[in-house]
DNA sequence: CGCCTAGTTGAGGTAAGTCAATTCACGTGG
DNA sequence: CCACGTGAATTGACTTACCTCAACTAGGCG
C-alpha cells in the first residue's frame, strides 16, 4: 500500500543526520534496514532521544509537515530508506482516502509511542524505565519479525540508551547490570536477552496495547 | 473548515472522563470552552499527565483512530465540545484531500507538544521544567486570544503541574517560589504573570518553533 | 462550626548525577 | 608486529536534586 508513495531509494551512513532540527525540506522516509533515532538537542546542548526507528518505520512524517523540523533524525547503524516527498502524498490523498486513514493511524501509533515513552521518564524509577523500554523495543520488532520473546539484536550503545531514558551513562549501566544481576535481561555485545520475560513484563509493568498490533482501523 | 465535521455539541462537568483509557469507542472532540487534560495511569496508581487542553484543541483523535484509547481523557474545568465521529472524518476526506493534510498537521502538532514535554521531564531540571510548560501554555493560548506576554488565565492546581512535570506536589510548590522570587512568574489565584517575559523565555530556553504557529502546509 | 481541598514549609532520606580511574576491544599507522 | 588512540563499558567515591512524611495555614461551603 505504502510503496506506490515511493519513488527513490537512498542510502544514509551511520552518524550523518537525514533530518535536521530547523531543517524544512518537505521529505519523509520508509525505513527499509538498519536502525535510527530521532532526538532534539536543548540550548545548552543536552540531547533527549525521542524514539528509536526499525525496519517499517515512518520517519519524518513529522518535520514534512510542520514548517521547519523541530527534530533531528540520525542513522545509529547504516540505513536503507526510501523517500516520500509531500506532493505525491497529497496526490495519494486524491486517490484513496483510505491511505489517509493509514497514515494517520500511523501517525497516531507514533504518538501513543512517544506518549509511553514521556511516562517512562516522568513516572518510572530508572530500571522500571529500562526494563519497559527494551521490552517495548521488542515488541516492535517482533511485529518486523526481528525478535522473540528470547531477545533480540540491538546495535545500540548505552549511551544512546541513556540519552533516551533521562539518565546519566553511568546511572545507564548501573540499571543494567542490577537487571542483568535479577536475571531479567542482559544487555551486551549488540544483542537483548531477555532472561524471564513473564518476570520481566511484570517487573515493567509492560503493556503493550498502546502499540496497537492490529492495524489501522477501515472504517 | 473543522466546523462541517461536527454535528453535535456537549457538555462536560470538571473530573469526568471524556475519555477513558482501555475504551474503543471511536469518536474525538473539539474543544469550545475550558480546559481538559489527557494523561495515563500506570499499573501502580501513578499519574502522568501527557498534555492540558485549551479551546480550539482536537482532543482523543489518537482514542478514534486506534482500536483501544492508550489514555484518558478528563475536563479540568467545565468543558464545551463539538463531537466528531470517524464515518464523518473519513467522508470528508473523500471530499476534501486537504482536509486530511490539515487533519494531519493538527495531529503532527499535537505530537510535537508532547515531544517537547518529553524534553522538559527527560532534560530539564525542575525549574527550566516549570517555567518552559508555563511558557508553552502560555503560547498556545495567545494563539487562540486568550492570553499575552502579561499572563493568562490558568484553572490548574499545583497538583496537576506536578502530575504533568513529573514532580512531586511539594516540589512543583518549591519551585514555583522560587519563580516567583527570581520575580520570573507568579502562579497564584488561578492567573499566570510573567513578571520579565524576555527573562523568562531565556531562562526556560523556550524557543516556541515547534508550535508551528503558521497552520497546515497548503502543499 | 467543622470539614475538605489547595497551598506552604521544615526535616531527613534516597535515587540518580558528577567526576574520575580502569579495562577492554578495535583499528590504524610507524 | 607492536605502539598508540579512541570509543564503549565498568566501577568507586562523593554530591545533589528531588522525594516522603509531617505539620500547619487559609479559604470555601455544607
Known amino acids: 500500500m505504502l510503496g506506490a508513495l515511493s519513488k527513490r531509494r537512498r542510502s544514509f551512513v551511520s552518524g550523518r543526520d537525514l533530518v535536521h532540527q530547523g531543517q524544512s525540506e518537505q521529505v ?16 545548552d546542548g543536552e540531547r533527549q532521544i525521542v524514539d528509536f526507528h526499525v525496519p517499517g518505520d515512518f520517519l519524518g512524517l513529522r518535520s514534512m509537515l510542520l514548517h521547519t523540523s523541530d527534530h533531528s533524525i540520525e542513522p545509529v547503524t547504516d540505513i536503507e530508506v526510501r523517500e516520500v516527498l509531500l506532493p505525491d502524498l497529497m496526490d495519494a490523498f486524491g486517490d484513496a482516502p483510505r491511505l489517509a486513514l493509514a497514515i494517520l493511524w500511523a501517525a497516531s501509533r507514533d504518538e501513543a509511542v512517544v506518549v509511553e515513552h514521556l511516562v517512562d521518564v516522568g513516572r518510572r524509577d530508572a530500571a522500571e524505565r529500562m526494563a519497559h523500554f527494551l521490552l517495548e523495543l521488542g515488541a516492535r520488532l517482533r511485529l518486523v519479525g526481528m525478535g522473540s520473546e528470547a531477545g533480540y539484536a540491538c546495535p545500540l550503545t548505552q549511551y544512546l540508551l541513556a540519552d533516551a531514558l533521562g539518565l546519566s551513562a553511568v546511572h545507564a549501566n ?46
Open 28 to 43: 519523509a522516509y520508509i525505513l527499509m534496514s538498519g536502525w535510527a533515532c530521532s532526538y532534539k538537542i536543548t540550548q
Open 174 to 219: 548501573r540499571v543494567l547490570r542490577k537487571l542483568r544481576e535479577a536475571d531479567l535481561v542482559t544487555f551486551r555485545d549488540g544483542f537483548v536477552r531477555f532472561g524471564n520475560y513473564e518476570r520481566m513484563t511484570e517487573f515493567a509493568q509492560f503493556d503493550p496495547t498502546y502499540l496497537d498490533q492490529e492495524g489501522p482501523l477501515l472504517a
